[in-house]
């Protein structure tokens, strides 16, 4: 089942990891993930198979790939590639929406097992 219309309101949020709340659709090949993150709120170092786009709504958020670091603010976006190690802060509050191809499976089932938790654990 993939959902063709949504509205984001409607979606129960789930904190995936402190600070990071999420609320979750997909399509047949893609999942979106919209985030509510708290200010100062980390994402740790991690890497998975699924490209992503990182679409920056509203606030200051820093990702770094590839040893390289940039500050991302509303209306700018980045590309994390499948399998390279990124990381992220929330400079300020930020509104994020994350798109990821192919669907995250852990996203779609509310897993608490997903790549993030691993990397908190780990980390």
Known sequence: MTDTVVDWKTRE???VIPGFHGRFAHSERMSF?????DAGATLPEHEHEHEQVINVLEGRFEVTMNGRTEVLEAGSLAVVPSGVRHSGRALTFCRILDVF????EDYRAGSTGSVLQS????G
């Not at 993930?33 to 993150?37: E, L, N, Q, V």
């Not at 990397?119 to 780990?122: K, L, R």
Request: net charge neutral; proline share 12%; aromatic share 12%.
């Open 33 to 37: 993930a919209y985030w509510d993150i």
């Open 13 to 15: 949020p789930r904190d």
């Open 101 to 104: 191809a192919p669907v995250r």
């Open 119 to 122: 990397a908190m654990s780990n």
